[in-house]
């Protein structure tokens, strides 16, 4: 299987671009955005779906993580003697 | 009436003034101390006109038509007239501007133009050298980056590897000519399209100023098993026409990567044989001498770059 092209390349990013911007729109309800998620996943290699899914979802914790803060893990507990 | 000693004591004063500025102190004070007797005459016959008051040099503006706004403020700036104690120390000059406000004005106009050419020399001695200083600052930091660069020693070694035309080329086929070198794959989902569209925007940025040597840039393929020949063919078309898509054995990509200390990790593979390559992001800058310059992550922007690879091109020294 070769390489997307710069189209293939192209057409793939603007389905994953709507897709977000579906699910951005509908706070993350995939059902709601299943017609996009059917284009995406025409749209582009396998891998590249779940590069870019796994991307969406780290983007949302980074964001999740800059806005809302987070509990630094606590370090190593005192040993007890 | 001031005879010609008195006033060669107030340039000397003036001088001593310009070397307590520059820090001269020895200057200062062996100029400063050099005529007691000459001052204190001159205070002596013109005691009617010395009475304390602030002195603005500008007041001599309309007398002889200069304005020059260094007068107003920091060393001729408003000194209050001491006693003839102060005589020794800075309020001297407008002493003598009050005492001149008499009839000597040609005398008085005489002083400020000298006054006020020792000024503006000083104050573009002054500039002159802060600029020499800072470009020094500015080289030396460049030099010392290029040795730091130079001890990591990327790109010392040599690569042997197939264009995307098929023909073989080595290293030293590059020498002579600025390379922008990026390690990536044909099958990259978005990180390498984005990195090569800089690059490309980079060099055709460059290309536009004609004073400036062409820069190479080279495409070398982290995934051999899929990227041949054929496939760099495809990819590197949809790029600057002078990008050239290198790829080779296993082995062969292994010693470029190698060379660059490039780390290249291939993930799992998926039902259709698909995997992505997790690798470090960089582009590399090569000098005609073949040594390793610089290198830019994702943060750094086409201009940015092209500005960076401007600076290194200007600066570059022939081994």
């Known amino acids: 299987m070769s390489a997307p092209n710069s189209n293939q390349r192209k057409a793939c990013w603007g389905a994953r671009d709507e897709l977000w911007k579906c699910l951005d729109d509908n706070q993350d309800n995939a059902s709601s955005c299943e017609k996009f998620q059917k284009e995406f996943e025409a749209s582009c290699p396998a891998q590249w779906v779940k590069h870019f899914t796994k991307r969406r979802d780290f983007l949302k914790y980074k964001d999740k993580m800059q806005t809302e803060g987070f509990e630094p893990a606590d370090g190593p507990k005192e040993s007890r003697s | 009436m001031f005879s010609v000693g008195s006033m060669l004591c107030l340039e000397r004063r003036m001088l001593g003034l310009v070397g307590f500025i520059g820090g001269d102190l020895h200057a200062t004070f062996g100029r400063l101390l050099r005529c007691p007797v000459r001052s204190s005459a001159v205070q002596k016959t013109s005691g009617s006109t010395h009475h304390p008051q602030r002195v603005w ?3 001599q503006v309309p007398l002889c038509g200069h304005h020059t706004p260094k007068h107003r403020t920091g060393l001729y700036g408003p000194f209050t007239l001491g006693s003839s104690r102060g005589l020794l120390s800075l309020p001297l000059f407008t002493q003598r501007v009050t005492l001149s406000q008499g009839p000597n004005t040609s005398t008085a106009k005489i002083r400020l133009r000298t006054r006020l050419v020792v000024t503006l020399l000083f104050g573009g001695g002054l500039l002159g050298t802060w600029w020499y200083v ?8 460049r030099m010392q980056r290029i040795e730091q660069l130079k001890k990591v020693a990327l790109g010392q070694g040599d690569f042997s ?6 023909h073989r080329r080595t290293k030293r086929d590059f020498l002579g000519s600025w390379v922008l070198l990026y390690f990536g ?3 990259c989902p978005d990180i390498c399209p984005e990195e090569l569209d800089k690059v490309s925007a980079v060099v055709s940025s460059l290309d536009k100023d004609r004073s400036l040597p062409a820069v190479q840039p080279l495409f070398v393929t982290v995934d051999p098993e899929r990227d041949n020949v054929a ?3 495809r990819y590197v078309k949809d790029f600057h026409p002078r990008l050239i898509g290198l790829t080779g054995t296993p082995e062969e990509v292994k ?5 660059y200390r490039v780390y290249a990790s291939p993930g799992p593979k998926d039902e259709d044989g698909d995997y992505i390559v997790d690798h470090t992001i960089l582009i590399y800058l090569v000098n005609p001498d073949g040594l390793f310059l610089d290198y830019y992550n994702r943060m ?3 201009v940015q770059i092209a500005e960076s690879v401007r600076n290194h091109m200007k600066s570059y020294v022939k081994l």
Do not use: I, M, Y
């Not at chain 2, 800072?134 to 930091?141: A, D, G, I, P, V």
């Not at chain 2, 010693?255 to 060379?259: L, M, Y």
């Open chain 2, 57 to 59: 040099l500008s007041s």
């Open chain 2, 134 to 141: 800072r470009n020094e600052k500015r080289q030396n930091h």
């Open chain 2, 185 to 187: 794959f044909t099958h």
């Open chain 2, 231 to 233: 496939a760099l063919e």
């Open chain 2, 300 to 302: 750094k922007d086409d």
């Open chain 2, 255 to 259: 010693v470029a990567g190698k060379d």
């Open chain 2, 161 to 166: 590897l197939l264009d995307h035309r098929g």
